[in-house]
Nanobody
Framework: QVQLVESGGGLVQAGGSLRLSCAASGRTFSPYAMAWFRQAPGKERDIVASISWNSGTYYTDSVKGRFTISRDNAKNTVYLQMNSLKPEDTAVYYC??????????????????WGQGTQVTVSS
């Protein structure tokens, strides 16, 4: 089992920045692909960014150039640096993990470990 705990969410004005963290425990972290998803009220949970075991990355189009996903295997942590935030980025952000030594994975169905989520609210 892998346990994931997100932190770093909060309220920020449009144009501001936040850094989300996801701390993993329970298994060796390095062979896991990791991702950030988000879910706004009344909408599906969608991919934001993913990172492979060897730090290949994937970003959904709406966050390219603004968000950066990274991982620190020594700290068992994955990060999401969010800059130039917009009101439409408001959502609950979830960390996810799956054992994989392949390419970055964007499909929600592929992930079998999830955190509890952290709220990000961007005011206009």
């Amino acid at each position: 089992q892998v346990q994931l705990v997100e932190s770093g969410g909060g309220l920020v004005q449009a144009g501001g920045s936040l850094r989300l963290s996801c701390a993993a425990s329970g298994r060796t972290f390095s062979p896991y692909a990791m991702a950030w998803f988000r879910q706004a009220p009344g909408k599906e949970r969608d991919i934001v960014a993913s990172i492979s075991w060897n730090s290949g990355t994937y970003y959904t189009d709406s966050v390219k150039g603004r968000f950066t996903i990274s991982r620190d295997n020594a700290k068992n942590t994955v990060y999401l640096q969010m800059n130039s935030l917009k009101p439409e980025d408001t959502a609950v952000y979830y960390c996810a993990a799956v054992y994989s030594r392949g390419l970055p994975i964007s499909s929600k169905a592929a992930y079998n470990y999830w955190g509890q989520g952290t709220q990000v609210t961007v005011s206009s």
